[in-house]
């Protein structure tokens, strides 16, 4: 029943290969998120978009980049995968900018660059 | 110095205390969330709160707009609580600012 689906849940991959994380929402929301979580920090912010083909960049948005081409749908791209980019990500949608109605987080991908 | 400050990082809890969880922050905000993560992982947005206090079930937050400051309380905690807490400052462009979460554990 989840509005928002996160793919892969789980990821390995090598040092120098491109990969992308999909985030998909059924909620029809404006705003999607893309953030990081990594021990010792607190979710990190690294792009985000307020609708379709606008985005922008977060506070670690440096190897990374995001599309949105359908509403539904907010891809994060790690053009040449580094292993400082080991980390868990989360995709969010809110309603409004502001989160007025709060947020709603996917379960996460677990990615490692080996 | 973190533009959002929670304490304490970590907190243990018999069945049934009443837990107090702090957020401090220095930003000029729109509005502050209490997030609660599973040990599974999953994030769940508790609260949002621009200004007094919300309750929902067995969950209180409140803030102080003047003090910057924001607790999340549980009555009668029970171990299906154990979870980390995170607690976010919400700018006026929309952007959230993450504390770096009080991990609770109760125990039976």
């Known amino acids: 029943d989840a509005g928002i689906t996160q793919s892969p849940r789980h990821k390995v991959t090598e040092t120098g290969t491109p990969v992308t994380l999909r985030c998909h929402q059924t909620?029809?929301?404006?705003?999607m998120y893309w953030y990081r979580q990594d021990p010792g920090h607190g979710l990190r912010l690294i792009h985000y978009s307020y609708g379709v083909k606008d985005t922008d960049k977060g506070e670690v948005s440096d190897g990374y980049s995001v599309s949105r081409s359908k509403t539904e749908d907010f891809l994060l791209t790690l053009e040449s995968a580094t292993s400082s980019q080991t980390s868990v990500y989360f995709c969010?949608?809110?309603?409004?900018?502001?989160?007025?109605?709060?947020?709603?987080f996917g379960s996460g991908t677990r990615l490692t660059v080996v | 110095k973190n533009e959002v400050e929670q304490s304490p990082q970590n907190l243990t809890a018999q069945e049934g205390e009443f837990i107090t969880i702090n957020c401090s922050y220095s930003?000029?905000?729109?509005?502050l969330h209490w997030l609660q993560q599973h040990p599974g992982g999953g994030i769940v947005s508790l609260f949002m709160l621009s200004s007094g206090k919300k309750k929902h079930g067995r969950l209180i937050a409140t803030i102080n707009i003047q003090e910057k400051h924001s607790s999340l309380h549980i009555t009668a905690s029970h171990p299906r609580d154990s979870a980390v807490y995170i607690c976010?400052?919400?700018?006026?462009?929309?952007?959230?600012?993450f504390g770096k979460g009080t991990k609770l554990s109760v125990k039976p």
């Open positions: 976010a400052a919400g700018g006026s462009q929309g952007n959230l600012i």
């Open positions: 930003v000029g905000i729109s509005a």
């Open positions: 909620e029809n929301h404006r705003y």
């Open positions: 969010a949608i809110s309603e409004s900018r502001q989160g007025l109605y709060g947020y709603t």
